[in-house]
């Protein structure tokens, strides 16, 4: 099982960039899936989640200026993120978890991606 990140880069405040996440080894479809973030000296936090059939949730933190989405035939998803902060400053990982079909995602599962940094600065 592999998840990828990419996208990641540093940033100035206002900026956006679009994090991706590629999966394999894994049967996409039965997967919910969630982007998470690690600012130094925190706890990893989730920022959003998609579930099997596409419905979104996101921390009332991101809400409006994060967007997850997924792509099921390309096994990925994407996190598009709009008038970034400095808060916004981490590591950015992909969680995989299955779930029931259209059941929120609810929570870590067992595959992590390797992160992504974003550096929001001016």
């Known amino acids: 099982v592999q998840l990828v990140e990419s996208g990641g880069g540093l940033v100035h405040p206002g900026g956006s960039l679009r994090l991706s996440c590629a999966t394999s080894?894994?049967?996409?479809?039965?997967?919910?899936m969630g982007w998470y973030r690690q600012a130094p000296g925190n706890q990893r936090e989730l920022v959003a989640g998609?579930?099997?059939?596409?419905?979104?949730n996101y921390a009332d933190s991101v809400k409006g200026r994060f967007t997850i989405s997924r792509d099921n035939t390309k096994k990925a998803i994407y996190l598009q993120i709009d008038t970034l902060k400095p808060e916004d400053t981490a590591v950015y990982y992909c969680?995989?978890?299955?779930?029931?079909?259209?059941?929120?995602?609810?929570?870590?599962?067992?595959?992590w991606g390797q992160g992504t940094q974003v550096t929001v600065s001016s």
């Open positions: 969680n995989a978890g299955q779930a029931f079909y259209g059941a929120p995602y609810d929570g870590p599962g067992p595959y």
């Open positions: 080894g894994i049967i996409f479809g039965i997967y919910a």
């Open positions: 998609i579930s099997r059939n596409g419905s979104a």
